[in-house]
């Protein structure tokens, strides 16, 4: 079974500063790994996600993240956020298949509510 | 791009009474949804997954003749919470995968509040 932590439950910036939600997993097997975003009275929406390849991943909206599999984490950064990025994003994982993938059964953390003050 | 659609997205019932959850594809077709649970301040649970034409699959400890679920169509599923009681006030939200299975879209998500 996997498991995610989100270390910080609300964060609070300042726009044009940059931000980092933190994400920590743990599996024994390999994983499929995904951030997504869910703005005020909408449905989630994927940020970014990690399959192979390189370890830094570029999503929509100027963010990206990170995968790090010593430290088991994929923390998602922005160098510069805006007020339109306040909503909370959720990082989650996946059971790694190679010979497909079935996104349906993420396994989520417990959100992070970014908050960003003009 | 595709949209699943949820609702109703509030509902509020009196305990011991059935709510009906409903979750729509509206530009796809969707063999498969997973319906998810969450609780305050804790994360999203996959609850069962939805399979068009066949039962639904439930997670362990999810009792399935209390959470009903319906996939009528290509384009529906239905999630029936029975007999409804405090302790199932929660936040439900549907997803479906798109038709390669390579993203997942999300409903907006209904909020459940038995008094």
């Known amino acids: 079974a996997q498991s995610v932590t989100q270390l910080d439950s609300q964060v609070p910036v300042f726009e044009e500063a940059p931000v980092e939600l933190r994400c920590n997993y743990s599996?024994?097997?390999?994983?499929?790994l995904f951030w997504y975003v869910q703005y005020p009275n909408q449905g989630l929406q994927l940020l970014l996600k990690?399959?192979?390849?390189?370890?830094l991943v570029k999503g929509i909206n100027g963010f990206e993240a990170e995968f790090n599999k010593s430290q088991t984490s994929f923390h998602l950064r922005k160098p510069s956020v805006h007020i339109s990025d306040t909503a909370e994003y959720f990082c989650a994982v996946t059971v790694g298949n190679a010979g497909g993938t079935s996104y349906g059964k993420l396994t989520f953390g417990q959100g992070t509510i970014l908050t960003v003050h003009p | 791009g595709a949209v699943v659609s949820q609702h109703p997205s509030r509902v509020i019932c009196k305990s011991g009474t059935s709510v009906k959850i409903e979750c729509r594809s509206l530009?796809?077709?969707?063999?498969?949804m997973f319906w998810y649970r969450q609780f305050p301040k804790q994360s999203l649970m996959l609850m069962a997954t939805?399979?068009?034409?066949?039962?639904?699959?439930?997670e362990q400890g999810v009792e399935k003749d209390k959470f009903l679920i319906n996939h009528a169509s290509l384009t529906l599923s239905t999630l029936t919470v029975t007999s409804a009681h405090p302790e199932d006030s929660s936040f439900y939200i549907c997803?479906?995968?798109?038709?390669?299975?390579?993203?997942?879209?999300f409903g907006s998500g209904t909020q459940l509040s038995v008094l």
């Open positions: 939805s399979n068009e034409g066949s039962k639904a699959t439930y």
């Open positions: 599996s024994s097997v390999s994983v499929y």
């Open positions: 997803s479906a995968p798109s038709a390669r299975n390579e993203k997942l879209f």
């Open positions: 990690y399959l192979s390849g390189s370890t």
């Open positions: 530009d796809f077709q969707a063999t498969t």
